[in-house]
């Protein structure tokens, strides 16, 4: 089973287009993070997340994190071809640094 | 100042050899963790240093095994190749041992045949 569980699992929409990704768990964590992998590189950090409830800016993404901490969202506004990658959530979790969800394919098209 | 290095970039290996990654961290950076990603995955963890000592290790066989040096580099090791070992291994080197910012290497795309 597993602890992080991303969708959609793919998408593609129109440069211009807002967009939110979704990270879900039944666990709670102390922190959450947010990469972005685009092919051929390893994940970049976005962003961490500490408190339940927080939101989180960095120009046209929003993240927030669950009240509960158990999830997470990630919203674009007015998508670019330079967000197209793979986005994935991270947790620690027990004696791993980090656990991953499988990510969200986003491929944004001019 | 350089980011996290790992060599090689691409690897071709047979069934049953044997093959070893390295890794570099950034300068300071005390920790150096490996995971591997396989085609539509998100990275899985296998091993984690720190002060040269290991302090995780995901559920991987004993087929893998690391080490890290005195100057904090890092090799990941793999015996016995099978096909399903395919996959970019990627090195994250953190300053600390917690969960802190990870900074990831461009990873080694290893293709077993």
């Known amino acids: 089973t597993q602890l992080l569980e991303q969708s959609p699992q793919f998408l593609s929409i129109q440069e211009g287009e807002n967009l939110t990704v979704y990270c879900n768990s039944s666990s709670v964590f102390s922190s959450l993070q947010w990469y972005r992998q685009e092919p051929g590189e390893g994940p970049v950090l976005l962003v961490t997340v500490v408190t339940g409830g927080e939101v989180k800016k960095l120009k046209r993404l929003t993240f927030q994190f669950g009240d509960a901490r158990k999830d997470s969202s990630l919203h674009i506004t007015a998508a670019q071809t330079g967000d197209t990658g793979l986005y994935l959530c991270?947790?620690?979790?027990?004696?791993?640094?980090?656990?991953f969800g499988k990510g969200t394919r986003l491929s944004v098209i001019a | 100042d350089a980011g996290v290095t790992q060599s090689p970039t691409h690897l071709i290996k047979t069934r049953g050899q044997h093959v070893t990654l390295r890794c570099s961290p950034i300068?300071?950076?005390?920790?150096v963790s490996w995971y591997q990603q396989v085609l539509g995955q998100g990275p899985q963890f296998i091993f984690q240093?720190?002060?040269?000592?290991?302090?995780g290790r995901g559920n991987f066989p004993d087929r893998f095994s690391a080490r890290q040096f005195p100057n904090y580099s890092s090799e990941l090791n793999v015996n016995a190749l099978l096909l399903g070992d395919s996959a970019l291994y990627l090195c994250?080197?953190?300053?600390?041992?917690?969960?802190?910012?990870?900074?990831f290497g461009q990873g080694t795309r290893l293709t077993v045949v």
């Open positions: 300068s300071g950076h005390k920790s």
């Open positions: 240093y720190y002060e040269k000592e290991e302090r």
């Open positions: 991270a947790v620690p979790s027990g004696n791993t640094p980090l656990v």
């Open positions: 994250a080197s953190s300053l600390g041992q917690g969960a802190g910012e990870a900074f």
